[in-house]
């Protein structure tokens, strides 16, 4: 029981610490100040531009590995949810020897296109994209295993092909998944730090996402700092409260 | 409109080989108990298990794994109704008999879909979502939504065992005359003896895979093939060899039945013409044997006493004759059954 309370006060210690250090009275000017709206903006766009990548990208990938039997699909699992695990710095450094200038994919663009991914509003998406698609492929993943095959038999039997099918009968069945694997992913976009500072960098209005900008801001303007913190802090909360037993289950 | 079909399945050590030809216009049961492979059967005609074989239906072939060939389900045109309905949760009754219309890409789809629920007086059910439904209803609506796409072969998979008992016998009555006004061909796959001779024409007995025996009800329970069958009949089935006018059954016994016949034979004994007795009983039955009551169950007005001998019998007599003879599981009793009380027929 002890043990458990000190467990429980590890995890509520800081974050009393985060709300009663707040500067409540300076909250509005924070929040409404230049730098801050700028990097929530950024944060905003960049997290809802991942999560929409990551639902084109991750459904279809979600919707072959469930199809998947063996050895292919114990490797592509493990490729997908690589991610998750990836300590997010070592994330961007490998997108930056991919992306980069001097990369694998990016030396060809840069010489062929002049195109120059690393350090722009592209890199910090990629990096988002990269560290919380997992999320949601695992989510979509899991819906698919336990939706009842019969459903998509029965379509065929009525004459559905493959389009319908899909259409009309998986992919409403498979919105509760899609929903929380998309909250899941969009939470952890947000979040997002190590592999955007890496990849993007740390240019306002650009690449300077809420955690970048709270870790910058550290330094010079702690009470910035705080008042992002507890920005992050609350929209966490709120998608627990959203999901509630839903946010595990999905996993 | 014909169905012929040579299906084998060879799955997990499970090995199902079946021939089935069926006329349109006419229902066939295919009935057996749990795991004799009905519903692969079921699945296999449907193009939802690759199978080894030819399938054709009216002329055109479905499958003939010799040439490759292999219609997909969705143009196969077969209709399947599942157990328990499997109509889409997330569309209405409505959109789901529409379904399958519109896959069809019919343009008046919906108008076509509320018509099949006007006439089967689910008019009033169109814009509930599948849950509202009770059981009987959503076992009807998945009915309509097949029924609608007017398949040319219609798969039944038990579809009456899901539904309590109370409500089947009405959805039975109306599967049954949806069954008759429907022109193509009718498959039912069921374990219930009582839905297969209900709704089917002709009976197809599936054990292990094969077809042990087929025919009308009448005829399938007239001379049992199986035990699943003669437990359905409620009748005792022996096999052994026949010796001109005793048969030689496993375990070695020996009945007399007058013309046996030679080679190896089933004999079927109602068991009403099992006598039961305390002691041995003189004259003239020539089947007399020995034996301990296992076990006494109550059948309507009659009682059923399994007697373990060397022949083992189901006997049928009245409650009296129970307390007369004081009748409980251990009891020892003679057992006697008159020879031309045994039908004989080859196996």
Known sequence: MALAGLGLLFFLLPLAGLIVRAPWNQAVGAITSPETATALELSLFCSLAATAIALVLGIPLALVLSRTTGNLRRLMRALTTLPMVLPPVVGGVALLLAFGRRGLVGSFLYQAFGIQIPFTTAAAVMAETFVAMPFLVIAVEGGLRSLDPRYEEAARALGARGWMVFARVTLPLLRPAIFSGAVLCWARALGEFGATITFAGNFPGRTQTIPVAVYVALETRPDSAIILSLILLAVSLAILVGMRDRWLGAL | ?347
């Open chain 2, 1 to 347: 409109m014909t169905l012929k079909a040579r299906v084998k399945v060879i799955r997990d050590g499970f090995a199902l080989d079946v021939q089935l030809d069926i006329d349109q216009g006419e229902t066939v049961a295919v009935l057996g108990p749990n795991g004799a492979g009905k519903t692969t059967l079921l699945r296999a005609l449907a193009g939802l298990l690759p199978v080894e074989g030819r399938v054709e239906l009216a002329g055109e072939v479905l499958e003939d794994s010799a040439l490759h060939l292999r219609v997909p389900t969705e143009e196969r045109h077969v209709g399947l109704v599942f157990q328990d309905h499997v109509l889409f949760p997330h569309l209405s009754v409505l959109d789901n008999v529409a379904f399958g219309l519109q896959a069809q890409h019919r343009p008046d789809a919906r108008r076509i879909a509320s018509r099949w629920l006007e006439r089967a007086g689910l008019g009033d059910k169109a814009s509930s979502m599948p849950r509202e439904l009770s059981g009987g209803q959503a076992q009807r609506v998945a009915l309509l939504r097949t029924l609608a796409t007017e398949p040319r072969l219609l798969l039944l998979d038990e579809p009456l065992s899901a539904l309590d008992v109370t409500i089947r016998a009405e959805v039975r009555r109306e599967l049954s005359s949806q069954l008759s006004s429907f022109g193509g061909v009718r498959l039912l796959v069921t374990h219930d003896p009582l839905e297969a001779i209900a709704l089917a024409d002709r009976l197809v007995v599936l054990e292990n895979g094969c077809v042990v025996q087929s025919g009308t009800p009448e005829e399938v329970t007239a001379r049992p093939r199986s035990r699943f069958v003669a437990d359905l009949a409620g009748v005792n089935l022996l096999r052994g060899k026949a010796h001109g006018d005793h048969i030689e059954i496993a375990g070695g016994a020996s009945v007399a039945a007058p013309d046996a016949g030679q080679g190896d034979v089933f004999a079927v004994i109602h068991p009403r013409a099992v006598a039961l007795y305390l002691a041995r009983p003189e004259g003239t039955p020539r089947n007399v044997w020995q034996g301990v009551t296992e076990g006494i169950d109550l059948h309507g007005e009659r009682v059923r006493v399994r007697v373990k001998s060397a022949v083992p019998l189901v006997a049928e007599v009245t409650p009296a004759a129970v307390r007369e003879l004081r009748l409980h599981a251990g009891a020892s009793v003679w057992v006697a059954v008159k020879a031309t009380e045994i039908s004989v027929y080859p196996a």
